[in-house]
């Protein structure tokens, strides 16, 4: 239970980890609170899901829930002078393949929000935005969504700027590489230790790790011989990969008032696609089609998913067949327009994933004063600003029920073949000398 006088480890600085923080620090300003990250929070390259050059913000979910939440987060990026520098008011274009579309706009009015927020069909939407998408692949197309209160933010300076305020606040910050949980006689969860030794304690250990989540449970099991500890089928790590390319004047001027792009596609035929408008340095960015697990041994006879051993996680280390689904990336949005683009930058992006994307915001069911607050499934970074409320209030006992159900450690899981956001690819597969090409 969260409380003035508690401790609290947050193990991982990015979203989830940071946005507890501090709302944490701002409930209970007496509090101990200590993020633990193996990077430097204003380090120019970090592992975290969360830094990254740009992310969408929007609402548009066809889940009423994630709807509801992501206009919550919307309002504190528009009005909050803390957040507000980071988003950009840009709008959405997304393609839809089913009913997405009136889906998320049923959504708005359930919710009794008024937005710009439209339906189009494929000819009328191929003129918006100055025919910028013209030369989109509309392949299955049953319309297009509009909605010019999305857009996206700058995620790595936000990520930072919301550290700073919270370490302002009092927040300690520790840079070390957790090895493993430690627990007292009565088993409960009694704080961490790192790979140098050493120990820390608290009263509540917070799991804010995304894709380490798993290998770090699958260590912690081992060494207190708690087995229930594992994360099991509940959780799976993910990459996938990002790309850029540095717009040139003319197409920069036809390119800087675009809107997030995003090609949606149906559970069988695999996850959307996305296409972020160009940053301040004239950098566009797509993310591609392929999401993939890396299934290997983590202890004798114990085989997880989980990133590469290097401490970067190798992010930089990406395969030709990757970098193939950002060229594809840029063709199902722009075609002939983009074709002479010079991709200038790959980065490979890891998460934790759940089968139905929903998020664990839970107690750990193994052992008192251990929390999880994980598996963002490449959505969370939008709901950054109210993340944290909800992890205080379940720490707190008091998360509503449907939430609690929603994100529960402990909940019946459906089959992920409904999920076209799932890892369904071995990144053993898709490296270069790999037997098995990527079909696109």
Not at 82 to 89: G, I
Request: aromatic share 12%.
């Amino acid at each position: 239970m969260a409380s003035p006088g508690a401790s609290y480890l947050i193990l991982g600085a990015g979203v989830f980890g940071v946005s507890t923080a501090y709302h944490l620090i701002k409930k209970y300003p007496n509090a101990s609170v200590t993020l633990v990250d193996r990077d430097a929070f204003d380090a120019e390259s970090r592992v975290a899901a969360s830094w990254d050059w740009n992310k969408v913000v929007r609402a548009d979910y066809d889940d009423l829930v994630y709807c509801q939440l992501g206009i919550e987060a919307q309002d504190v990026f528009k009005s909050d002078p803390l957040w507000k520098p980071y988003f950009h008011e840009t709008g959405i274009y997304w393609i839809c393949r089913s009913e997405y579309a009136q889906d998320v706009i049923n959504n708005y009015k359930k919710l009794g929000r008024k937005a710009e927020l439209s339906a189009f069909p494929i000819a009328e939407a191929r003129k918006l935005y100055g025919g910028l998408f013209d030369h989109a692949d509309y392949t299955g197309v049953k319309e297009v969504l509009v909605n010019k209160t999305s857009g996206w933010a700058a995620a790595g300076d936000c990520l930072q700027a919301i550290t700073r305020e919270a370490l302002k606040l009092g927040v300690k910050y520790k840079i070390a590489e957790v090895a493993t949980l430690q627990f007292n006689e009565r088993g409960e969860c009694s704080g961490v230790k790192t790979s140098t030794g050493q120990t820390l304690t608290a009263s509540h250990t917070l799991l804010c790790t995304g894709a380490f989540t798993p290998k770090l449970l699958e260590f912690s099991a081992e060494s207190s011989g708690k087995s229930d500890l594992r994360a099991g089928p509940r959780i799976l790590a993910g990459g996938i990969t990002t790309g850029l390319t540095k717009l040139d004047d003319k197409s920069y001027e036809s390119f800087a008032a675009m809107p997030v792009g995003v090609q949606g596609y149906t559970a069988k035929q695999g996850p959307f696609i996305g296409s972020l408008p160009p940053t301040s340095n004239r950098e566009l960015k797509w993310w591609g089609q392929t999401i993939f697990k890396n299934t290997r041994e983590v202890l004798p006879g114990r085989r997880i998913s989980m990133p590469p051993p290097e401490s970067d996680y190798g992010q930089w280390k990406v395969s030709g067949r990757l970098k193939e689904d950002i060229s594809h990336a840029n063709n199902v949005f722009y075609g002939k327009r983009g074709a002479s683009w010079k991709m200038e930058k790959y980065r490979i992006c890891w998460d934790a994933f759940t089968t139905s994307s929903d998020f664990i915001i839970s107690p750990h069911a193994a052992a008192k004063g251990l929390y999880v607050a994980t598996c963002g499934s490449f959505h969370g970074w939008k709901f950054f600003p109210v993340l944290g409320k909800y992890v205080v209030q379940m720490m707190e006992g008091s998360l509503s029920p449907e939430l609690e159900g929603k994100w529960a450690w402990d909940r019946e899981r459906p089959d992920p073949s409904m999920n076209p956001d799932w890892p369904r690819f071995e990144m053993k597969d898709l490296i270069d000398d790999g037997a098995v090409r990527v079909k696109l």
